[in-house]
């Protein structure tokens, strides 16, 4: 495949939400279905000479996505509105372009993001919901006021070696949350605990949530956070949430220089 510039007429960044209950992951596995390879085959179904999709947060099995962004080069001279509705018609229903707009090509949206929001929700009833199922986390009971203290300890900069799975073998754990808010939605039942930050390690947002959950439902002590992070060991910290309770909200975007905008516009 010829990869000068007359086969590489620009690039276009994606807005990306899907379900995740149906994928492992964003990331392409052999022989597995993902929302990069997903979406990848939809650019090519438009354009066969495009380049390769690459994502800025390579979120696990069950994960969800609101604002996951996407970019890849294209041959084509396509309006952004083209794109979405035409890489549309060839998603299947759990997947979505939800906007679109031309960059330079070999724009890499993984080393523009400058932030991240995430969301996880834990649906504190006794019973099951099937409404629920494959979006929170359900437990029995919950001390929301101490999972809201937990917080106050993981804001700021810290180094988070705890709060990482062993699969993670970045040198540099360090990393700064600028927000950790427990908050309650429009059913009563339902406890969101807000993450932003400038980058995370593997696992840390479902670790870190786990962690507060254990206090407020009785299995750690209070201050589990405030502990765990000088320890800098994996052991120090609570349960790993369950996949399916977070949903990444937004990516804050440094889009290229000279067009004078940030994502999401």
Same mark, same amino acid.
């Given at each position: 495949?010829?990869?000068?510039?007359?086969?590489?007429?620009?690039?276009?960044?994606?807005?990306?939400?899907?379900?995740?209950?149906?994928?492992?992951?964003?990331?392409?596995?052999?022989? $597995? *279905?993902?929302?990069?390879?997903?979406?990848?085959?939809?650019?090519? /179904?438009?354009?066969?000479? +495009? =380049? !390769?999709? %690459?994502?800025?947060?390579?979120?696990?099995?069950?994960?969800?996505?609101?604002?996951?962004?996407?970019?890849?080069?294209?041959?084509?001279?396509?309006?952004?509105?083209?794109?979405?509705?035409?890489?549309?018609?060839?998603?299947?229903?759990?997947?979505?372009?939800?906007?679109?707009?031309?960059?330079?090509?070999?724009?890499?949206?993984?080393?523009?993001?400058?932030?991240?929001?995430?969301?996880?929700?834990?649906?504190?009833?006794?019973?099951?919901?099937?409404?629920?199922?494959?979006?929170?986390?359900?437990?029995?009971?919950?001390?929301?006021?101490?999972? $809201? *203290?937990?917080?106050?300890?993981?804001?700021?900069?810290?180094?988070? /070696?705890?709060?990482?799975? +062993? =699969? !993670?073998? %970045?040198?540099?754990?360090?990393?700064?949350?600028?927000?950790?808010?427990?908050?309650?939605?429009?059913?009563?039942?339902?406890?969101?605990?807000?993450?932003?930050?400038?980058?995370?390690?593997?696992?840390?947002?479902?670790?870190?949530?786990?962690?507060?959950?254990?206090?407020?439902?009785?299995?750690?002590?209070?201050?589990?956070?405030?502990?765990?992070?000088?320890?800098?060991?994996?052991?120090?910290?609570?349960?790993?949430?369950?996949?399916?309770?977070?949903?990444?909200?937004?990516?804050?975007?440094?889009?290229?220089?000279?067009?004078?905008?940030?994502?999401?516009?």
């Amino acid at each position: 495949m010829s990869t000068d510039s007359t086969s590489r007429r620009g690039g276009v960044v994606l807005e990306v939400a899907y379900d995740g209950t149906g994928f492992h992951g964003w990331a392409r596995q052999v022989g $597995a *279905r993902t929302v990069q390879e997903t979406l990848a085959g939809a650019v090519l /179904a438009i354009d066969p000479r +495009a =380049g !390769d999709v %690459r994502g800025t947060s390579r979120t696990d099995a069950g994960v969800h996505a609101e604002g996951q962004i996407a970019s890849f080069d294209t041959t084509l001279e396509i309006p952004a509105r083209g794109w979405v509705l035409g890489l549309n018609q060839h998603l299947p229903e759990d997947v979505a372009v939800r906007a679109a707009r031309s960059v330079p090509a070999g724009f890499w949206p993984r080393g523009a993001a400058r932030g991240k929001r995430y969301r996880y929700r834990v649906l504190v009833d006794p019973v099951r919901d099937p409404h629920w199922r494959t979006r929170a986390w359900r437990v029995a009971e919950l001390d929301a006021h101490a999972i $809201a *203290r937990e917080a106050e300890a993981a804001r700021g900069t810290h180094d988070f /070696a705890s709060f990482r799975s +062993a =699969g !993670d073998q %970045r040198t540099t754990t360090v990393r700064t949350l600028s927000r950790l808010d427990v908050e309650r939605e429009g059913d009563p039942r339902i406890v969101s605990v807000v993450v932003e930050g400038d980058a995370f390690l593997y696992n840390m947002v479902r670790i870190l949530v786990g962690t507060m959950v254990d206090v407020g439902r009785g299995r750690l002590p209070p201050g589990a956070i405030a502990r765990a992070l000088p320890a800098r060991d994996r052991r120090a910290a609570g349960t790993t949430a369950p996949a399916h309770g977070l949903v990444l909200e937004t990516v804050d975007l440094a889009l290229p220089e000279g067009s004078g905008e940030r994502w999401p516009l």
